[in-house]
Every structure is written in C-alpha cells, then in structure tokens.
C-alpha cells in the first residue's frame, strides 16, 4: 500500500531545496539560513568576521549562535583549520553574545507578556 503524505507549500520550502552546512562547533549539519557565516578577515590578519550579509569574499565557514557550539569550536581550534590560520573569534563572540540579549525579552511566556492593568484607586465606576 502506498500512502502518500500531502504536504504545505511552508514543509516543502522548509525540508527541501534548502542548502544544508555543517557547523564548526557541534559538526550538525543545519539549513543555511539557522547558521552564522564566518570568514577570515584577510590582509594577514587572524581575526575572524561575521559575514551578516553572506556575501564577502573568501573561504567561509557555518557555525550555529549558541554559545555551547561557539566553546566547542574554540575548545577544537575549529576557526583555524577552517580558515587557514584565523584564529581571533572575539567579533564571533560580540555576535552570539548580542544576539542572546536581543532574543531574551522574546523568550518570554505569553501569560507574563499579558499582564492586566488595575484600575487606580477611585476610578472604579
């Protein structure tokens, strides 16, 4: 018996055609777009960017904003061998850290977020 699952336009945009990468810290592979781009800054420097737009030049490399697969990139020296030698991640690091305290108020539950206002004192009728 063959059963064929019907899907939404939203599943197929989101499971197929989508260029899969592979992080430098955990080594998951994930959709392009759940990853940061990060590449070398050239010109004999070792820092490493963030490629926001996707699109300097250069050999890039995908690491996912979470703070676990940023340690463990460090901890396997993942930005070096990635990018021939970079090894500077504190503009990585200002990245991921600026991205969890603008994603923090989201986070927030739904109940809190709609909180009833008291009338004042008097105000009743």
Same mark, same amino acid.
């Given at each position: !018996?063959?059963?064929?699952?019907?899907? +939404?336009?939203?599943?197929?945009?989101?499971?197929?055609?989508q260029?899969?990468?592979?992080?430098?810290g955990?080594?998951?592979?994930?959709?392009?777009?759940?990853?940061?781009?990060?590449?070398?800054?050239? /010109?004999?420097?070792?820092?490493?960017?963030?490629?926001?737009?996707?699109?300097?030049?250069?050999?890039?490399?995908?690491?996912?904003?979470?703070?676990?697969?940023?340690?463990?990139?460090?901890k396997?020296?993942?930005?070096?061998?990635?990018?021939?030698?970079? +090894?500077?991640?504190?503009?990585?690091?200002?990245?991921? !850290?600026?991205?969890?305290?603008?994603?923090?108020?989201?986070?927030?539950?739904?109940?809190?977020?709609?909180?009833?206002?008291?009338?004042? /004192?008097?105000?009743?009728?």
């Amino acid at each position: !018996m063959n059963v064929r699952k019907i899907l +939404t336009v939203a599943e197929v945009l989101h499971t197929e055609d989508q260029p899969q990468r592979t992080c430098i810290g955990c080594r998951k592979k994930a959709p392009r777009s759940e990853l940061l781009r990060l590449v070398a800054e050239g /010109s004999g420097s070792t820092a490493v960017l963030v490629d926001e737009r996707r699109r300097m030049a250069g050999r890039g490399a995908w690491l996912h904003p979470s703070e676990a697969c940023l340690a463990l990139a460090v901890k396997r020296r993942a930005f070096g061998r990635a990018l021939n030698g970079a +090894t500077g991640s504190t503009a990585v690091e200002r990245r991921i !850290m600026a991205g969890k305290q603008d994603a923090g108020p989201l986070q927030m539950p739904l109940v809190a977020a709609a909180k009833t206002v008291q009338p004042e /004192s008097g105000s009743e009728n």
